[in-house]
């Protein structure tokens, strides 16, 4: 046991957009390695920079700093060019174009001092009422995930940041988001291998192209394990993932102060049962104390035999190997390269631009109403909706466009609407993440703009258009399309009727 310090073995979060004294301290004394980075850390890009310089000081060199930024709707850093969400990629169906974004991806976290990227999904997103994953997913399509996702990490690969397939074994097929609760998936291991396991496999399997790291799902799979979600479960981490597909890389948890984990089974115990499960490294979020309590738990379990120091060993030798792999750097990221990057996120949104039953873009000189409403705040996963005023800005070149902001869109009552002049046409503008009830079955929307979860086509009849997101490039592709300078080519890679 002398070999490590179990503080190497957890990644924490941190307070503030600056590294403090108490908190340099806590990581020093617990030799802390690996700090998972949110919105709360990321100002300024000088002071992310700042930030990640500081932290690579006080961890040393096998220092992990992490982050989500998948793209679309899950980004951190918001400054970088904004990246598609998956299933625009899935929409535009092109590996080449999705393993140049990868790496666009990686080029401007690099030059910021991240070295590990929590992505890409390789969530299965094959059920419509998912709550958490929507967009973040490539495709409904076990192959063209599998086919995506690997070129967009060969990408981040090839310019040196590590990613972190995720959430193994799968959270396509969920009702329940286990930020909040816990989910349950019961599917025996034939239907799992049929589809929520193939491309996981096709990464995390020892004679496939080998993923450096995958996260945990907090999800029960009551025919594999009934007993334990599978971050924490031996069947799941040990038997499949380490043993039947002698997987070697790093596997750490998702975040254990989710309420799918937390409310069951507390810090202090889920860090033990995930590290004896098969995990490498636990996501510990919290204050100093919470942190502390994760890493007395596993000094105790080392202490007493409950973890062994093997276990410890091999789980450190692989966080150095993915440290030594993919260090801090600081590269410079202005200038040309990061204009040909900005253009190619954006070149990316508008190729994945669908349009349904028959969406037309209006006449110029159409009057128009458009119903939006004016802000989302954020779910803590993904970033806060568009704006009202960047619905506005979409229609800036309709001199008969009116925007009615409406308090509550999932409550839009379409009989209380006040009559129009006859020849308006009705729009809605969806820039909310949850799926609509069942009053949306009697919108009569001339035009549906969907730019957020597009399983939301699926609650209103009519025209849509669908974004798969609402960055910058989204938004301007937009307009292009209803401005008339674009056309939505694209198919969509979920059923959306």
């Known amino acids: ?36 980075l949110f919105r709360k850390n990321l100002g300024t890009e000088a002071e992310v920079r700042q930030l990640t310089a500081d932290l690579r000081n006080v961890m040393g060199p096998t220092a992990l700093i992490g982050l989500d930024q998948e793209g679309g709707s899950v980004v951190r850093a918001t400054f970088l060019p904004q990246a598609p969400s998956a299933m ?3 929409a535009a169906d092109d590996a080449a174009l999705a393993e140049e974004v990868g790496a666009a ?17 390789l969530d299965i997103n094959n059920n419509p009422a998912n709550p958490v994953i929507a967009e973040r997913s490539f495709s409904e399509d076990a192959d063209d995930v599998t086919r995506l996702a690997g070129a967009w990490m060969a990408g981040s690969l090839r310019e040196g940041v590590a990613c972190c397939v995720k959430h193994f074994p799968g959270h396509g097929d969920t009702h329940v988001d286990s930020h909040l609760a816990l989910p349950t998936v019961d599917k025996s291991r034939a239907e799992l291998d049929a589809l929520e396991l193939r491309p996981f496999k096709a990464f995390c399997h020892q004679s496939g192209d080998e993923a450096p790291a995958v996260m945990t799902a907090h999800i029960v799979y009551p025919q594999i394990d009934p007993e334990h979600p599978a ?3 031996k069947k ?19 975040a254990l102060m989710m309420k799918a984990i937390f409310e069951r089974y ?10 004896d499960a098969g995990a490498d490294m636990i996501l510990a979020q919290g204050d100093l104390e919470e942190q502390g309590k994760s890493i007395q738990a596993l000094k105790d379990a080392f202490a007493s035999g409950e973890l062994s120091a093997e276990q410890g060993r091999i789980a450190c030798a692989r966080l150095d190997k993915l440290a030594a792999a993919y260090p801090v750097r600081h590269d410079d990221y202005q200038g040309e390269p990061r204009a040909a990057d900005d253009q190619l996120m954006r070149q990316a949104w508008a190729r994945g631009l669908t349009a ?47 925007i009615r902001f409406v308090d509550d869109i999932l409550a839009l009552d379409w009989a209380q609407l006040p009559p129009a002049e006859a020849g308006t046409l009705n729009i809605v503008a969806s820039t909310h993440r949850m799926r609509y009830g069942a009053n949306a079955k009697t919108w009569q929307p001339d035009l549906h703009l969907v730019l957020w979860n597009p399983f939301q086509a699926l609650d209103v009849p009519g025209p849509t ?7 910058d490039g989204a938004l301007a592709g937009l307009q292009a399309w209803l401005e008339g300078r674009v056309e939505a080519t694209a198919q969509s890679p979920v059923s959306l009727g």
């Open 236 to 254: 799941i981490l040990g038997d499949i993932l380490r043993r039947e597909w002698g997987y070697d890389g790093v596997v750490i948890t998702d």
């Open 105 to 121: 991806v990686a080029r401007g976290l690099r030059s910021i001092g991240i070295n590990w990227n929590f992505a890409p999904v």
């Open 465 to 471: 258009v669908v974004s798969w997101g609402y960055a």
């Open 266 to 275: 507390g810090y202090a115990r889920a860090a033990v049962m995930a590290i």
């Open 88 to 90: 625009a990629l899935g």
């Open 356 to 402: 349904l039953r028959g969406a037309k873009a209006p006449a110029r000189d159409a009057k128009l109403r458009v119903f939006v409403q004016p802000e989302v705040p954020t779910d803590g996963v993904s970033e806060a909706g568009p704006s009202g005023q960047q619905i506005v800005a979409l229609f800036a070149n309709f001199p008969q466009a009116e």
């Open 231 to 233: 971050t924490l479960s």
């Open 1 to 36: 046991m002398n070999a490590f310090h179990p503080g190497q073995l957890v990644m924490v979060d941190i307070q503030g957009k600056s590294l403090d004294l108490a908190t340099a301290e806590f990581l020093r004394a617990n030799q802390v390695r690996a700090v998972c």
